[in-house]
């Protein structure tokens, strides 16, 4: 495997490392340690440079040490990313991003791996109804590159999406560490935990109408954070389980702190700011 490109930049690299964007995609993120949200963005960008090693540089610069180049640059607030390739600005923005809108930024810029482009068509294919070219597309993918776990997670995902519950709990169970404690693999975990719950459940229209006889039902409460959660609305979600918290905090030994802290993983990439939030709740409820 390739090595992942991470650097600081100081003044006196500053030129070396400009140059290299005539043949890489250089990402420089300013950020200061005791910005939160600057801290979060280097991790978020660190794993996708280990991710997606030697395809793009990741350049760093701790505007508390550098605040003379940050201002050459014109960045006045951290996070604060800029995009170089062949000598040009080919983007920036402020503020925490996803890893999902750091990776739209850079898809433009870097060469893609064949892997990816057999998870995309195989994707494509799942999407149109074509279930068993898309396995055999994840198939191929999984020879072009054994390393890349995101092909088997797809696979994990579409058991899902097919009601292969079973299935879709013995692939993940047999993936590596990796691949299970990757943000991905966070998310399918979740949505394993939450497809579970609704198993276990009444059905929706039983769940709503004895939360209308009683809205503190406990079982009610947990059913319906799960449907949320599988339906699209995790704030809605986390919401419920909070209440159900405060309703009964021991329900079925703990399992409501455990599926907010399953939530919470579900979501850091994608809405880290609800779950910044929602932690500090928990942590008030708790203490």
């Given amino acids: 495997m390739s090595q992942a490109y991470i650097t600081d930049i100081t003044k006196e690299n500053l030129q070396e490392i400009l140059s290299h964007s005539a043949k890489l995609p250089l990402l420089i993120h300013f950020w200061e340690p005791r910005n939160e949200e600057s801290v979060q963005a280097n991790t978020i960008l660190e794993k996708l440079a280990t991710e997606m090693a030697g395809q793009f540089i990741l350049a760093k610069i701790n505007v508390g040490q550098q605040a003379e180049m940050a201002g050459h640059f014109g960045v006045q ?31 433009g810029y870097v060469k893609q791996d064949p892997s990816e ?34 092909v088997h997670l797809d696979l994990v995902l579409m058991y899902l999406q097919t009601g292969h519950l079973d299935k879709a709990k013995d692939l993940f169970s047999k993936l590596p560490e990796e691949a299970q404690l990757s943000p991905e693999g966070k998310n399918i975990n979740g949505i394993l935990n939450f497809s579970e719950a609704v198993g276990e459940s009444d059905d929706i229209h039983t769940i709503q109408q004895k939360l209308a006889e009683n809205q503190d039902d ?3 409460l947990y059913g319906l954070a799960a449907y949320l959660v599988l339906n699209g609305h995790p704030e809605k979600a986390i919401q419920t389980l909070f209440k159900l918290f405060i309703v009964d905090r021991n329900y079925k030994d703990g399992i409501t702190q455990k599926s907010l802290l399953k939530l919470f993983d579900m979501l850091a990439e994608s809405n880290p700011q609800l779950v910044n939030a929602s932690r500090r709740k928990l942590q008030g409820l708790l203490y």
């Fill in 117 to 150: 482009e057999l998870r995309a068509q195989a994707k494509q294919a799942f999407a149109s109804g074509q279930f068993d070219l898309a396995v055999k597309l994840l198939g191929e993918a999984a020879k072009t590159d054994p390393n890349n776990f995101k």
């Fill in 218 to 220: 406990p079982d009610a």
């Fill in 77 to 107: 607030e951290v996070p604060y990313y800029k995009l170089a390739f062949q000598g040009e600005i080919a983007g920036e923005a402020a503020g925490l991003q996803t890893e999902q809108a750091y990776w739209d930024l850079l898809k």
